[in-house]
């Protein structure tokens, strides 16, 4: 099995490669960057934080957190291994809001684009009850 930092930068590198694709698809129908859609834009801003969140992801990969096992004695702890498992606690909590809103935005994002493709349809209802429950969640 491949390591962490190995994996996560494939896969990085593949999320990247489509989002790249699709913007520069989107700006060629449109003819010019300032035409993207909000939905354009939001992707923009997902391959920001999805960049944050794998990168933060390597370094908690190799840093203590707080978590310690049962029975571990606290007072074998030095003043530079507190330090270093505060700062690995404060990159856990940056690796779960990054996840949480690269999630919820893609999922923003593709309610956006199923709105446009179902505007004069039937099924729109449907979109604007999953976009309820996307605001709700």
Request: proline share 2%.
């Amino acid at each position: 099995m491949l390591g962490l930092a190995v994996e996560s930068w494939i896969w990085y590198g593949v999320a990247v490669t489509v989002a790249i694709a699709r913007l520069v698809s989107r700006t060629l129908h449109f003819g010019s960057p300032k035409r993207l859609q909000i939905d354009d834009w939001l992707m923009v801003f997902v391959l920001c934080v999805y960049t944050t969140l794998i990168v933060s992801i390597n370094i908690v990969a190799d840093v203590n957190t707080n978590l310690l096992p049962p029975g571990f004695d606290v007072s074998e702890l030095t003043e530079q291994d507190i330090k270093q498992r505060e700062y690995g606690s404060k990159m856990v909590l940056i690796v779960e809001q990054c996840q949480c809103i690269s999630v919820w935005t893609v999922k923003l994002t593709l309610v956006v684009m199923y709105h446009r493709l179902t505007i004069a349809r039937k099924e729109n209802t449907a979109v604007k009850l999953l976009a309820g429950y996307i605001a709700f969640g």
